[in-house]
């Protein structure tokens, strides 16, 4: 099998007739880089990194994207939007570090953290990134004694209420308090340029932006009322990187569109960025899970009521032969792993089926759990599959965003792997991206077992296939300014 082998990085080269369960299948046989065979892994597409990439430009030409690091801090994933000149969102001084030991210059990176601690003020004042945010007094007077000279953009409180994480219970400033702010940035002699918004992460209402952006207009307006020059405009994160989102990416692109273009318009002065973090990685990331355990119980006979989850198939009685039976499966991954998303992203999750079922097939009451000694470690309280067997692989789809990034080893269930797969039409254009490292494309000893094209079967297939890009209309720009980095492909 074709290998890409870049730096610090391998891919390996997948074709168009190949599908996420062709690589998953593979990975079952070959196997020997992992520590057990049966160990959880993840598919890293890289082309679909890079499909985002050109998504994100032309549909908002005029917005700088910054990438949220917190999102995925995963180095491959930095390192291919580095290439692709992307500014970077940082919210630490590990995650500034991070950015600039690629090569990152202090200009593509915004400490977008209005609450910082001193020590990474210095770290920041130190490497030149004088781009931050704020949104209180105190930290005028903090940033005043530490770093004088910094380009701050004031961070205005915006209604996030229908977001999936909801960020103005904790940060922003709210627009009463404004002009009391700006007021004292102004006898402090600090240096506001800009207003910067974020309208929750995972936003579910497209209209907040176009809300957002007319404040930021009115803030603006205040700010150079009093001598700033107020022009940077920094619209923050909050959109969709699954095409199973409620409201896909294409709907917020023209509410954005249209409130810049009446309060914005071009050739006014203002610079535009944006803090997008799962728009990026969320559906370039697949996980599959092994089946360790199975228990049998019975379904109308439970043990345990949770009042907030009433179809929770939990600890019962073994079912008789007049009783329907209901199937708990134990997987190796769980909520202290890379399904901490369900509890601190607020995410829900779908099951996938690497075995092929006939449609006859029955389906039970079902829930899944983690391999931790915790009851709280619960994928799923309750979803229709047929009976599995112990060994048995289940696949996660959209698994990029807050995943890995926060997870644990608790019980000493170690973080899964990633294989990183790439596109043989994207292969020119990384080798073009990272001149420096010897890029270059090698085959493997070991035998492929790529099946045929995967065709969905059931209502819990797994439906897509890595991203293909093609050569005939797909060219690769990157950003700041956007020029062409690679031939088409």
């Not at 570090?97 to 593509?108: D, E, F, I, K, T």
């Not at 509890?343 to 690497?354: G, Q």
Request: charged share 25%; hydrophobic share 35%.
């Amino acid at each position: 099998m074709e290998k890409l082998v870049s730096g610090n990085f391998e891919a390996e080269v997948y074709s168009r007739e190949t599908g996420v369960r062709d690589i998953i299948e593979d990975k079952l046989v070959n196997n020997s880089d992992r520590e057990d065979s049966d160990d959880a892994f993840f598919i890293g597409d890289i082309g679909d990194l890079v499909a985002k990439q050109k998504k994100w430009l032309t549909h908002l030409p005029r917005v700088e994207p910054f990438y949220a690091v917190k999102c995925n801090p995963d180095p491959v994933i930095l390192k291919v939007l580095a290439a692709l000149k992307t500014g970077f969102d940082c919210a630490s001084k590990a995650e500034i570090q991070a950015v600039l030991n690629l090569g990152v210059h202090p200009s593509r990176i915004i400490f977008a953290n209005p609450c910082k601690q001193k020590s990474h003020i210095r770290f920041a004042a130190e490497k030149g990134v004088s781009m931050m945010t704020l949104d209180n007094e105190a930290e005028l007077y903090k940033v005043k004694q530490i770093f004088p000279k910094p380009n701050w953009c004031y961070v205005m409180l915006t209604d996030d209420s229908s977001a999936q994480c909801q960020l103005g219970i904790k940060f922003g400033c709210h627009t009463k308090h404004t002009p009391f702010l700006l007021d004292k940035a102004k006898e402090l002699e600090l240096n506001v340029i800009g207003v910067s918004f974020h309208v929750g992460s995972g936003c579910r209402d497209a209209r907040t932006f176009g809300e957002a952006i007319q404040d930021a207009k009115d803030t603006m307006d205040r700010g150079k009322r009093l001598g700033f020059q107020m022009n940077l405009l920094d619209i923050g994160g909050g959109y969709p990187g699954q095409a199973s989102a409620n409201i896909p990416f294409e709907r917020f692109c023209e509410v954005i569109n249209e409130a810049l273009a009446e309060h914005f318009p071009p050739g006014c002065g203002t610079r535009i960025i944006a803090e997008p973090g799962r728009f990026y990685v969320a559906s370039a990331f697949t996980l599959a899970v092994n089946v360790t355990t199975k228990r049998v119980v019975a379904r109308d006979l439970q043990t345990f009521k949770v009042p907030e989850s009433e179809d929770l198939v939990s600890n019962s009685v073994a079912p008789d032969r007049c009783e329907e039976p209901a199937f708990m499966y134990y997987v190796n991954d769980g909520v202290y792993g890379s399904f901490n998303c369900l509890l601190y992203d607020h995410a829900t999750v779908e099951p996938a089926l690497l075995k092929e079922r006939d449609d006859c097939v029955p389906t039970f009451s079902t829930s899944i759990w983690g391999p931790s000694c915790d009851g709280l470690d619960r994928i799923m309280e309750h979803c229709l599959l047929p009976e599995l067997e112990v060994g048995e692989w289940i696949v996660f789809q959209d698994m990029g965003a807050y995943t890995m990034c926060a997870g644990s080893e608790f019980n000493g269930f170690k973080r899964p792997i990633c294989y990183y797969v790439i596109p043989e039409t994207l292969v020119p254009v990384i080798q073009n991206l990272f001149p420096d490292d010897n890029t270059y494309a090698c085959y493997t000893c070991k035998e492929s077992t790529h099946l045929a094209p995967y065709s969905p079967t059931r209502a819990i297939p797994i439906a897509r296939s890595p991203s293909i890009i093609d050569s005939d209309d797909f060219t690769l720009y990157s950003c700041s300014p956007p020029i062409t980095v690679g031939a088409e492909f």
